[in-house]
């Protein structure tokens, strides 16, 4: 597999490297010969080029220096050494939120480099185990070739109620099936993968707390997606067929866009060199809860779509000659405010992090946590107000041909106008941007992505449950009341 591409330097080698891949991918109930060159996945695949390009044109912000062997990296696969790596991190997050305003695809995987560095380790210190020299193997030629991994950690998971081994279809969560010398084979499928035909690795991982009962589902390894066994069915995005009409207006926004996909195995072989968890169902919990602090925290790069957000909100008013009325300026600081405190949380969680034994340093997770949870809910409201700003027509344009035909577009460029001077075809562009983020192809992104990626609001909420500690808060009050205390 290391041997099939030469090493991604730009961004250009990178879609190169997707090429000639052979993987069964299926859309609309047909199978795709080359996903590279699919109008509907293209714009999926530019938003992760962003990810390269931007490690050429600002290589402080997006690259680092690997701790293995001091050659400069992509951030994205940098194992986080420092408070400021987590903090440069979230920065550089932001920022692609700012270039392509969709999911760039690349958190969920360095999330779970990141979470393997200290897991493999804790896993060898009690069972006496060889996962982390072979992870850090992994991680050697992963840095080296420069290239993506996505995360494969949810599982379908049929009845939410029910632990993996007492599901009635026991490929709902990913197990082994079998086993030889060489490695073990696993069958079941991981749903919604971000990136999940744009990268060139896989991590399986559990998706949830195990019992020794579940001892056949606490694999973790890395396949390529190549792999024999693996089948790729798209998921579809809101709007998703205009990328295949012709003009770019209608679209919103042209150029980026996300990707999600369920990866079913069947039967796909992994040799033990890309295996870091075998039947160890113990860690599978404390696996679960440190990439959540890391992925909690990467849900900064929705301030980078927020940022858009406002800015289109503001653009939009402008274009309506209302820039300086007072309500509208109230809710454009309102967003802000609502972007900026989903900032300070992640930052802070950042700063807040601190060194596990393996080495690598790891967000707060209560601030994490706090992120994630803002995140569920201020996206949605500062998507509110942008629609409240930009008026009704964001949703009753028509299409960008009547635009261009003969007989409607005069009528159209006359009755479509909002300020003098401003030409309709701009105040029609930032219309399709609104909708796009809010209703169309990147809303997934922007919106139910940060409802359900890295956990629904719930599982947000039993982690602060967990860390609240409401007992020393009752302490501090009591003694304040003047209250005796028993302890
Ligand atoms: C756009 C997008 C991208 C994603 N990318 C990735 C990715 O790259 N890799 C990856 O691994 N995953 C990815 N995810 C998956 C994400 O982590 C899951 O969506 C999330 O964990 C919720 O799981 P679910 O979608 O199965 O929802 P469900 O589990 O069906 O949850 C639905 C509701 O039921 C509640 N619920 C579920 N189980 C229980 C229970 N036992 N008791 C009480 N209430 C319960 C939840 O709180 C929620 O309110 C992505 C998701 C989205 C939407």
């Known amino acids: 597999m290391w041997s099939q591409f030469k090493p991604i330097v730009t961004g250009d080698d990178y879609v190169e490297s997707l090429r000639g891949r052979n993987l069964t991918v299926y859309l609309f109930g047909e199978q795709i010969k080359e996903p590279v060159d699919h109008p509907m996945i293209w714009p999926s695949i530019n938003a992760l080029k962003a990810t390269y390009d931007l490690a050429t044109d600002e290589p402080e912000l997006a690259s680092a220096t690997s701790h293995l062997n001091g050659e400069k990296v992509n951030r994205f696969l940098h194992i986080p050494h420092s408070a400021q790596d987590l903090v440069m991190k979230n920065r ?108 060139h690795w896989m991590m399986v991982l559990p998706t ?46 042209a150029q980026y866009a996300g990707q999600e996909v369920l990866a079913v195995f069947d039967n796909v072989f992994i040799p033990w060199e890309h295996i870091f968890m075998d039947g160890e ?56 405010h609502l972007n900026e405190t989903i900032y300070s949380s992640s930052i802070a969680s950042a700063h807040e992090s601190k060194p ?54 005069a009528l159209l460029d006359k009755y479509f106008k909002g300020r003098e001077d401003i030409p309709t075809a701009d105040r029609v562009k930032i219309l399709r941007l609104i909708e796009n983020m809010t209703l169309g192809r990147n809303a997934v992104g922007y919106l139910t992505e940060s409802m359900h990626g890295a956990g629904s609001p719930q599982a947000q909420r039993i982690q ?15 003694k304040l009341a003047g209250i005796q205390q028993v302890d």
């Open 92 to 199: 550089m997050q932001r920022k692609l939120g700012q270039i392509t305003g969709t999911c760039f695809q690349r958190c969920a995987g360095l999330d779970s480099i990141s979470v393997m560095h200290s897991i493999t380790y804790d896993i060898d210190q009690a069972h006496g185990t060889e996962y982390h020299p072979r992870f850090i193997r992994f991680l050697e030629r992963l840095q080296k070739h420069n290239q993506i991994i996505a995360a494969g950690m949810t599982d379908p998971k049929g009845d939410r109620s029910k632990a993996p081994h007492e599901q009635a279809d026991q490929d709902l969560f990913m197990r082994i099936t079998d086993r030889n010398e060489n490695g073990v084979f696993v069958s079941g499928a991981k749903a919604h993968m971000t990136g999940g035909l744009n990268s």
């Open 464 to 478: 602060i449950l967990r860390g609240m500690n409401v007992d020393q808060k009752k302490w501090h009050a009591k």
């Open 208 to 253: 949830m707390r195990l019992s020794e009962h579940d001892k056949d589902f606490a694999i973790i390894g890395v396949v390529p997606l190549q792999a024999e066994g693996l089948t790729y069915i798209y998921g579809r995005q809101s709007c998703d067929t205009r990328a295949m009409e012709a003009g770019d207006v209608d679209k919103g926004n």
């Open 356 to 409: 596990l034994p393996s080495g690598a340093w790891i967000n707060d997770s209560m601030l994490a946590n706090v992120c994630k949870h803002n995140v569920t809910r201020f996206p949605y409201e500062i998507s509110r107000l942008a629609q409240d700003l930009a008026g009704g027509l964001m949703v009753t344009l028509p299409s960008q041909q009547d635009f261009e035909s003969e007989e409607t577009g």
């Open 281 to 336: 169902y113990e860690f599978a919990a404390p696996m679960v809860e440190r990439f959540t602090s890391y992925h909690r925290a990467s849900y900064v790069c929705k301030t980078g779509l927020g940022d858009v957000m406002v800015g289109a909100a503001a653009t939009i008013a402008e274009y309506n000659g209302l820039e300086k009325v007072s309500h509208i300026r109230d809710k454009l600081v309102e967003m802000t």
